[in-house]
């Protein structure tokens, strides 16, 4: 017959096979695949790569005003019979008419400017993709590192654990045959207890780091890390300094939004400059002349406007709001 001891310890390890199951089927991967995937699957990453879009988007909406505009409009009508006046004809019996509007913007430095600000907003909008990119790259290589600092600080906690337990065991067996005392026992057992407790924080955290890397590569569950790392050597300080101000992204971005806001106060002047658009207008009726219509005509004109001039008031608060967001812009640099 089974013994009381054998059955608990095959209970023991049926418990753990089921506890650990999940661990043994977690995904493992290098470093260079984490990277890869979190760059490409983040969401920070996927809105970034949608503000891209976005900015595009309101380009065209902003350049559209820029350029020509052609519409073009046809009609057909058909009456029961032919509507003549003193035996001339004022309205036939079938007529068909269609007519072009072709607008050209020959001077219109406003929405020029608007097209080359957009421009530049799509500009910034690209390179801050690359910072949020460098952002969860920086931030997946952090968690990674940390799941195999977590794997050592078990292992190495494990270690403390079994010592203490191997002391514990040692001073209870002195205690036993007299050449120990109590107080030895005691604080080996504490010890013991210290371990133990600082080993299940350990895994506790460990449990965590690996949910914090499946989250940031957008995997359905933690991820495992492999056992080895190899890292490049650093670049000495000062060329480290160097190359962060001219290459980090999140850099250029900062600058490129101040060069952006300080073109955008720089050319508020265009706000009271004219405008000036050609106008074409050819249309056609049907061959069938009557009193009030001709069969084919147009007529081209030019249109010029210009815009309102604001009040004082509302300019000066205009021009400080653009001062302020450049400084502001610049100190963020």
């Not at 895994?203 to 190899?230: H, K």
């Not at 952006?260 to 050319?267: E, H, N, P, T």
Request: glycine share 4%; aromatic share 4%; hydrophobic share 40%.
């Amino acid at each position: 017959m089974t013994s009381p001891r054998l059955r608990m310890r095959l209970l023991e390890a049926v418990a753990f096979l089921v506890l650990a199951a999940p661990a043994f089927a977690q995904e493992r991967i290098t470093l260079d695949e984490a990277v890869r995937r979190a760059t490409a699957r983040n969401p920070t990453a996927l809105v970034a790569e949608q503000e891209i879009r976005r900015a595009e988007g309101i380009l065209k909406e902003v350049r559209a005003p820029a350029l020509p505009i052609l519409t073009a409009n046809g009609i057909v009508t058909r009456n029961d019979a032919e509507r003549d006046l003193a035996g001339r004809p004022i309205a036939p019996l079938s007529s068909r008419s269609a007519n072009l509007n072709l607008t050209v913007p020959l001077f219109v430095p406003q929405r020029w400017l608007a097209w080359s600000h957009a421009g530049d907003q799509v500009d910034i909008a690209r390179i801050s993709l690359e910072d949020a990119r460098r952002f969860v790259a920086v931030a997946t290589a952090r968690t990674y590192i940390t799941v195999m600092a977590q794997h050592r600080l078990v292992q190495v906690t494990t270690q403390a654990r079994d010592s203490a337990r191997a002391h514990l065991d040692d001073a209870h067996a002195r205690f036993e045959v007299g050449s120990g005392n109590r107080l030895d026992e005691v604080r080996a057992r504490q010890e013991l207890a210290t371990d133990e407790a600082q080993l299940a924080q350990a895994e506790a955290n460990l449990v965590r780091a690996r949910e914090a890397l499946g989250v940031l590569v957008a995997a359905e569950g933690p991820i495992e890390v492999t056992e080895q790392l190899a890292l490049a050597a650093p670049p000495a300080p000062d060329d480290a300094l160097r190359e962060a101000e001219e290459s980090r992204p999140d850099v250029r971005a900062s600058r490129q939004r101040a060069e952006a806001a300080r073109r955008v106060l720089r050319d508020s002047w265009a706000d009271y400059l004219p405008l000036l658009t050609a106008v074409v207008q050819p249309f056609y009726n049907s061959n069938t002349p009557t009193i009030s219509s001709v069969p084919e005509s147009g007529r081209p004109a030019p249109r010029c406007g210009a815009p309102s001039k604001p009040s004082g008031e509302r300019t000066r608060a205009s021009r400080l709001q653009g001062r302020r967001r450049v400084s502001r812009t610049r100190r963020s640099t």
